[in-house]
């Protein structure tokens, strides 16, 4: 099928400052894409390209197979959610979710009808004839969703819709946008600055920085095979550790030496004979960081090391050790036996290890 | 011990008498204060309330302060529709209605072009917006004695001089930078992201003034329309110098009633002309004054 939404090389520049550089990016229908990336990435700036609200200085962009680069807002068939809900402060909830079908001149027996369908279908029917500012920040968040759903476009967009909300109803509507994506099969485009929200949301992330796609990829391909250092490091919580250290070839291993807080370093085996520079930086997940014993395989290599600090979180406890001179997180399950300032035998999973450059920060494996 | 714990309740309660009485006591001397400069200010307006209900007679012989023996509307009546402008004696009458045909359409239109342009410059950025923005704000502190002669010619070369809409023609002009400050100051504190979204609703630019801009902006309609309507009702200068015979506005008619009689002074007469003067302004702000100060705090008050 042809994408839903497809751009090529996007540049957007305010005066002579770059924005976005060279943007390639193509959702097939039904995909949940999500950018994500720290603020001034120009995520929203992207978001609001797609939508039309800002004019693109280079590049093509098209809907639905249609070129749309220069084509206004309300004829690009798409529906936003804006972080702030951008409610219509003095109309009543209905009139906010119909005032879009009015502007279009559709008939008042469709727009009754699909009001009626669409506060069902978000449970808002008893706010209909309530203003904005009598509505919690989470019935302000439904009706923003029922002026975009009532639209029934070919792409839906969404602001960090979230970010104002408290932590609970974050995770409650998190999971309604998902179950909403999933019974609508629509195709969505959705900026968020935070990575839980783009693994758990989406089909496809695009991480971005400085206005440039640093990887695209599923939200597996991003985790377990990061493209380079800024990926590794923001994908993730607590964040991919990354370790200094040195390698060798030995016979159809590499070797990995990997400097200790107590003096001798340590050596892990990986049985694959790659091609590495001598500095590399090994990214390991802290899930990938086991206790002796609770991890097997071919892969898994086994090394003492010094317990720096223990943090236990409910469900899993932390452990944190120096390592090539950097803090190493693992995580370990709840009823580990660890100490501070004891050693521990860890279990180091190279099935899962990632390769850097320590100086261009790209991957090696 | 057991002393101490009796007679320390005793004592603050006394304490507390004492301290209420000083409250009570700074209380009053507010008002006292308050009212005599309520008093000050009421004074003149005292004077000249009484002032027009009394006979020239009465006048001539009593005091300045005292109330009328006799009430009398013959002043109002003669204000309003006797009293000699110069050679002609048709009182007020006619150049109230002057006032009212170049005050009502200026202020609308005054009004509802800074509301547009305040909608423009908030919200519609384009290349030099603030640049403009500038220079009408620069626009709201010329002196209007500099611009007499250069808009006596424009007025001349439109074919509006000495005529009422020329004068409505200059009071929308000089209203303008005003009117665009007050209302993009507050549709600034609109959120930008309003107007995108009924942009991708598919409202168009008026769409999303009338339907969304226009009805946030009761408080700052009201501001301006007081601020435009005190302005234009009590202007004298260019009422006095784009104006002909006929034409003129009540305040001109008010100078030249008190300045152009000859022999005896009629005071209750200028009395009377001067607060029929004044009574629309002063209807407007009783009218509309809650909405005054709600408004001009609107702007600053909203996050």
Redesign the interface.
């Given at each position: 099928m042809a994408p839903i939404l497809d751009i090529k090389n996007l540049y957007k520049s305010y005066g002579p400052v770059e924005i976005l550089k060279d943007i390639n990016v193509s959702i097939e229908p039904g995909d949940f894409l999500v950018l994500v990336g720290p603020s001034g990435c120009g995520k929203s700036t992207l978001l609001?390209c797609i939508?039309g609200?800002e004019p693109i200085t280079g590049g093509t962009l098209s809907i639905g197979g249609n070129d749309m680069t220069h084509v206004?807002?309300?004829d690009r068939d798409?529906?936003?959610v804006?972080?702030?809900y951008?409610?219509?402060?003095?109309?009543s909830v209905a009139k906010n979710i119909t005032?879009?079908m009015k502007?279009?001149g559709e008939d008042a027996a469709t727009q009754e009808a699909k009001l009626k369908e669409v506060a069902a279908q978000l449970q808002i029917e008893q706010l209909l004839n309530r203003r904005p500012g009598q509505l919690s920040g989470g019935q302000r968040q439904r009706v923003a969703m029922g002026?975009a759903l009532v639209r029934d476009p070919k792409l839906f967009l969404f602001d960090e819709p979230l970010s104002n909300l408290d932590a609970k109803l974050r995770v409650e509507m998190r999971s309604e946008i998902k179950k909403l994506h999933q019974t609508l099969g629509a195709s969505m485009v959705y900026v968020t600055h935070d990575q839980i929200e783009a693994m758990t949301l989406a089909t496809k992330i695009v991480v971005m920085k400085g206005g440039v796609i640093q990887q695209i990829g599923t939200p597996a391909e991003i985790y377990n095979t990061p493209a380079n250092l800024f990926v590794a490091d923001f994908m993730g919580s607590p964040a991919m550790n990354l370790i200094p250290a040195k390698t060798r070839k030995a016979g159809a291993d590499t070797v990995l030496d990997i400097a200790r807080a107590d003096g001798a370093s340590m050596q892990l085996r990986d049985h694959r004979a790659l091609d590495l520079p001598a500095d590399v930086l090994v990214g390991l997940r802290p899930e990938d960081i086991a206790e002796s014993g609770f991890r097997a395989g071919a892969d898994v290599q086994e090394a003492e090391c010094l317990v720096d600090m223990v943090e236990p979180a409910g469900a899993d406890t932390y452990v944190t050790s120096y390592l090539g001179g950097k803090q190493v997180t693992a995580r370990l399950h709840a009823e580990t036996s660890a100490q501070a300032g004891q050693p521990l035998s860890l279990a180091f999973d190279l099935g899962k290890v990632s390769y850097f450059s320590p100086s261009t920060g790209e991957r090696l494996n | 011990m057991t002393d101490t714990s009796m007679s320390s309740p005793a004592h603050s309660t006394s304490k507390g008498t004492g301290a209420n009485l000083s409250k009570i006591a700074l209380r009053w001397g507010l008002y006292l204060i308050l009212g005599l400069f309520a008093l000050y200010y009421l004074m003149p307006l005292f004077v000249m309330l009484t002032t027009s209900l009394k006979s020239l007679e009465e006048i001539r012989t009593g005091s300045l302060m005292a109330l009328p023996r006799e009430v009398t509307f013959d002043a109002w009546a003669t204000a309003w529709s006797g009293a000699c402008t110069g050679i002609q004696c048709e009182g007020l009458r006619p150049y109230f209605w002057n006032s009212v045909l170049i005050a009502i359409p200026a202020v609308a239109l005054s009004t509802l072009l800074g509301a547009l342009n305040g909608y423009v410059i908030a919200h519609w950025k384009f290349k030099g917006a603030n640049l403009i923005f500038s220079l009408m704000l620069f626009g709201c502190f010329i002196p209007f004695q500099v611009v007499l002669l250069p808009m006596a010619r424009v007025l001349g070369l439109m074919g509006l001089a000495g005529s009422i809409p020329g004068l409505i023609f200059v009071h929308v002009i000089y209203g303008l930078g005003f009117t665009t400050l007050f209302f993009r100051n507050y549709y600034v504190t609109i959120p930008a992201e309003l107007t995108k979204a009924a942009k991708v609703d598919g409202a168009s630019f008026l769409r999303i003034f009338r339907s969304i801009f226009l009805p946030l902006s009761l408080p700052i309609i009201v501001v301006t329309v007081i601020w435009q309507f005190t302005q234009i009702w009590n202007d004298f200068l260019f009422g006095v110098s784009f104006s002909q015979a006929g034409t003129q506005p009540i305040t001109v008619a008010l100078n030249n009633i008190v300045n152009s009689t000859t022999g005896v002074k009629e005071y209750n007469v200028d009395m009377a002309a001067a607060i029929i003067a004044g009574l629309p302004t002063l209807f407007v702000y009783v009218v509309a004054g809650k909405y005054f100060i709600r408004g001009l705090t609107a702007g600053s008050v909203k996050g």
């Open positions: 609001n939508a609200l206004s807002p309300k798409i529906a936003m804006f972080q702030s951008a409610l219509y402060p003095t109309m005032f879009g502007v279009r002026r | -």
